[in-house]
């Protein structure tokens, strides 16, 4: 945990992961992905972070505000892969890309607990 | 002529190759260079069995179908007995194609010197026949017409195997999908900018799934895709239901989710209700699903293997067929020269689904300049963005020759393999042997 009270700026925000039910303190500097694989959860992905597969995408089933609005690459790889186009299905997101500055809840089926079924 | 040909293989050196499974390099002349196709034409086309039309495209006595490979022109011909003729169209007195496209007619008569034909090709009117004493067996040109499945095939040569000789074992593994009870509900015919052999690629390996379609690997396994060979021809199964070690083992409810989505965006109605049951596998639940779609239908799977009902079975018909087989609909692609440029060629699509018979009907070809102005929805547009874009690679002076994967890419390897067979005017029986 790196922020604190009186250091709101840093403080991590919870994201909960459905179905799993996991919920993951993200900090300022990291994506969700990275939070995830931080405490141990693996998350489906070829490219491991790079925004060339979007095997990492999740849908934001609650709290769309609080999630950072999509950058260049990440919309790419949703044009690319997903065939989403800008203006579409804002809910939908990559893991590896996605920063957080308010709690949402999130939906990634194939997030597990690493070594576990 | 034969031994100036572009080899199939170049040696290796300095590349570790497996001995077994030898990785190999394909010469970038066998797709860029104008003699190799020439010589593909006067020895490959001229000898194949080429599938020419489906046979509700000419349902009646009189209806016709022109058929196009290179310079050719066949006309599929519904005879008044139900048979089908194959005729040069070509009239044998100055040489003017007599019909295009395709239509219904009572007879051929030539729109330059009324010289007029049977649907059988038999020569009946002469104009001033006492200037042309001996023109009695002037019929056209005829070209071998035979069925299976529902599909045309034409052969040019008159020595070559019949079509189920030609095709088997094919015809067994393919017979429970009941090809003669479908229908078309697309055909397209694209020009694409890529030799024809190029064009081919994406249906006969599924090692590009990673690269190019990241995004289905949650429901279909690459790796563990199987590819056969048999004898001219070759086949991919590529497992669904399940996701790729590619991406890490996922859950089968991640699985089902993904397949959902998969539908939906393919215009599925009303999935995402359903659930999958503790303890179901994904390819369970959708080959249940398939089966009960099917039986609600009308339509009959219980010839279907397990795997034939959940996985994608991928059948190249040599040359030029791809049937892309699943339970519910096949996608079709055939793929020609287009005419004497390598670096074109005409990619014909087709989807194929059960059909009630008096539903069958023939479709008119809808033909695309370019692939972009044709809804061909995300998975292909990701393939034919390769195809249109591989051409201009091959003629690089850095580019040394096209590489195959040993194993995903063998049937690449074994296309180039028995086109050599045709191109070295071996015999039937040594191509048939391998």
């Known amino acids: 945990m790196t922020g604190t009270r009186d250091d709101p ?47 990492c995408a999740l849908k ?55 070594g576990t079924g | 002529m034969t031994e100036t040909l572009p080899a199939t293989s170049a040696p290796l050196e300095g590349i570790p190759t497996n001995p077994d499974v030898p990785m190999r390099m394909l010469a970038k002349e066998r797709f860029t260079s104008r003699e190799f196709l020439a010589a593909e034409r006067d020895r490959l086309w001229s000898r194949v069995w080429q599938m020419a039309c489906r046979v509700e495209d000419v349902p009646n006595p009189g209806d016709f179908f022109e058929y196009r490979i290179h310079r050719q022109s066949i006309l599929i011909v519904r005879q008044g007995d139900g048979g089908l003729k194959g005729l040069y169209n070509a009239c044998r007195h100055k040489g003017r194609q007599l019909v295009n496209g395709s239509g219904t007619v009572s007879e051929f008569r030539c729109p330059n010197h009324a010289w007029t034909y049977d649907l059988d090709g038999s ?77 081919l690629d994406p249906f006969i ?72 049951p503790p303890g179901m596998s994904s390819a369970d639940f959708f080959a249940d699903m398939t089966r009960s779609m099917a039986e609600a239908s009308g339509i009959d799977l219980s010839g279907l293997s397990r795997d034939q009902l959940t996985d994608i079975h991928c059948w190249l018909l040599f040359p030029n067929l791809c049937l892309q087989a699943t339970a519910t609909e096949t996608l079709g692609w055939r793929v020609r020269p287009d005419g004497d440029n390598p670096d074109s060629c005409l990619l014909d699509q087709y989807i194929l689904k059960p059909m009630e018979p008096d539903r069958v009907t023939s479709l008119k070809r809808d033909f695309y300049e370019d692939w972009r102005s044709y809804d061909c929805g995300l998975v292909l547009s990701q393939d034919y963005e390769n195809l249109c874009n591989t051409q201009d690679g091959l003629y690089q002076l850095g580019f040394e020759g096209v590489l195959t994967a040993s194993e995903q890419e063998k049937r690449i390897a074994h296309l180039h393999d028995v086109i050599d067979r045709f191109l070295a005017g071996k015999s039937w029986a040594q191509i048939t042997a391998g």
């Open chain 1, 9 to 55: 700026v840093r403080a991590p925000t919870r994201v909960r992961v459905e179905p799993i039910g996991i919920d993951l303190d993200v900090r300022p500097d990291e994506t969700v992905m990275a939070a995830a694989l931080r405490v141990g959860l693996t998350w489906p992905t070829l490219c491991h972070g790079k925004a060339e597969c979007a095997v």
């Open chain 1, 60 to 114: 934001v089933v609650d709290g769309l505000p609080g999630a950072v609005e999509r950058g260049e690459r990440e919309r790419d790889a949703l044009r690319r892969y997903k065939g989403i186009t800008d203006q579409q299905r804002p809910e939908v997101r990559l893991a590896c890309q996605l920063r957080v500055t308010a709690p949402l809840v999130v939906r990634k089926p194939g997030v597990r607990r690493a």
């Open chain 2, 123 to 199: 020569l009946k009117f002469v104009l001033s026949p006492d200037e042309f004493p001996c023109t009695a067996d002037y019929t056209l040109g005829q070209v071998r017409v035979e069925t299976w499945g529902g599909f045309v095939f034409v052969n040019l040569d008159p020595d070559a195997p019949s079509l189920l000789e030609y095709l088997r074992p094919v015809t067994d593994n393919l017979a429970p999908y009941g090809f003669e009870s479908m229908g078309m509900t697309l055909a397209v015919t694209i020009r694409m900018p890529c030799n024809w052999k190029v064009a």
């Open chain 2, 205 to 276: 390996e599924a090692y590009h799934t990673a690269g190019t379609h990241p995004q289905l690997l949650t429901g279909i396994d690459d790796v563990n895709s199987t590819y056969e060979l048999f004898g001219l021809h070759s086949r991919m199964i590529n497992p669904l239901y399940v996701s790729s070690p590619r991406i890490g083992e996922i859950t089968e409810e991640a699985i089902f989710e993904a397949t959902i989505e998969q539908l939906e965006g393919i215009g599925f109605k009303g999935l995402s209700e359903l659930e999958l």
